[in-house]
């Protein structure tokens, strides 16, 4: 049986997963409002929709994880998102899992 | 705001899950029954539920992914399951995914 297209994206789409709110929660250290934020992460190799960046950020905020504030620049509206204390705190301890699962997983590869 | 330990979880299981399917694909390149499979995985840090591992073989089975059969060993009755040709081929392909995923958030954190 040959695996088909839709469950090589849907385990692929589970590994990211994770990572991405990593990764999301890494590059707002720096404010950023979305549309710089979702370049940077294309940048780094990690180019997420706008339809899946969006409602993570408004999950991120809602679990007290960032901050964000609407704010002019150049004659535009933006909101800029940044990380908030408790999101730093729960970055490092994140990241210092995804450490451990990576020295588990090059174990096992 | 401080960030409950129920998110805290919510996040970090999230971080696993993903990479869980990898390392359970990659560890049934050689035959093995659920329980030394369970083993192995947490020798390798990466401890999973037995209420979380059997239900990811089924699932992993279903999509073609993973083989199994049933033998008597030691006088019981255990299901081995090993990989499949297809998951072979996705296995490497996941693999690299995760290496690119990694590099990625190596730039970034």
Redesign the interface.
């Known amino acids: 049986?040959?695996?088909d297209d839709e469950?090589?994206e849907k385990?692929?789409l589970?590994?990211?997963?994770?990572?991405l709110?990593?990764?999301v929660l890494?590059?707002l250290k720096v404010e950023r409002y979305g549309y710089t934020l979702r370049g940077e992460l294309a940048d780094?190799?990690?180019a997420i929709d706008e339809g899946a960046l969006y409602p993570m950020l408004r999950r991120l905020e809602s679990?007290?994880?960032l901050t964000s504030e609407w704010r002019e620049e150049e004659k535009r509206n933006k909101r800029f998102y940044r990380l908030?204390g408790?999101?730093a705190?729960?970055l490092e301890?994140?990241?210092a899992?995804?450490r451990?699962?990576?020295?588990?997983?090059n174990?096992?590869?």
């Open positions: 049986m040959p695996v469950t090589f385990l692929r589970e590994l990211r997963r994770g990572s709110v990593l990764a890494a590059t780094a190799g990690l679990q007290g994880l908030s408790a999101g705190v729960l301890t994140l990241a899992e995804w451990a699962i990576n020295a588990s997983l174990r096992l590869l």
